[in-house]
């Protein structure tokens, strides 16, 4: 006898339930995303890549008397508050896309039946 198999139809989606699980991922894929920016920052920081970046604009703009401080600019704060920003907007849409697409689904479920998902059990 083979391993015994289920077929079942995912009929409804809990609106709630699709919610906290998106904010908890998104909420976690935030936090690597901040911490890839700060480990980018700080290889780019000390390789010296912002150091010629600003050395390479005042040879460009051929100005001798004062200086471009690209390090000012792209700031360690400066750029983790950009990140931050960016990461509390990803949290807000990725929750509300995915309570937005259960709602869609419990919706279409009338039409479309469901999803059919198989389930076995290794022997």
Same mark, same amino acid.
């Given at each position: 006898?083979?391993?015994?198999?289920?077929?079942? *139809?995912?009929?409804?989606?809990?609106?709630?339930?699709?919610?906290?699980?998106?904010?908890?991922?998104?909420?976690?894929?935030?936090?690597?995303?901040?911490?890839?920016?700060?480990?980018?920052?700080? !290889?780019?920081?000390? !390789?010296?890549? #912002?150091?010629?970046?600003?050395?390479?604009?005042?040879?460009?703009?051929?100005?001798? !008397?004062?200086? #471009?401080?690209? *390090?000012?600019?792209?700031?360690?704060?400066?750029?983790? /508050?950009?990140?931050?920003?960016?990461?509390?907007?990803?949290?807000?849409?990725?929750?509300?896309?995915?309570?937005? #697409?259960? #709602?869609?689904?419990?919706?279409?479920?009338?039409?479309?039946? /469901?999803?059919?998902?198989?389930?076995?059990?290794?022997?």
């Amino acid at each position: 006898m083979g391993p015994r198999r289920a077929r079942l *139809l995912v009929t409804r989606l809990d609106p709630w339930s699709v919610m906290k699980t998106a904010f908890m991922l998104s909420v976690s894929l935030a936090v690597v995303v901040l911490v890839a920016v700060a480990l980018l920052w700080w !290889t780019l920081s000390v !390789t010296g890549v #912002f150091d010629a970046v600003g050395r390479t604009v005042d040879d460009v703009a051929g100005s001798t !008397t004062s200086s #471009f401080d690209f *390090l000012s600019l792209v700031g360690f704060s400066r750029v983790m /508050g950009v990140a931050l920003v960016l990461a509390a907007i990803e949290i807000v849409l990725v929750s509300a896309l995915a309570t937005l #697409f259960a #709602f869609l689904y419990n919706l279409s479920v009338g039409l479309t039946g /469901g999803l059919e998902v198989t389930l076995s059990e290794d022997s």
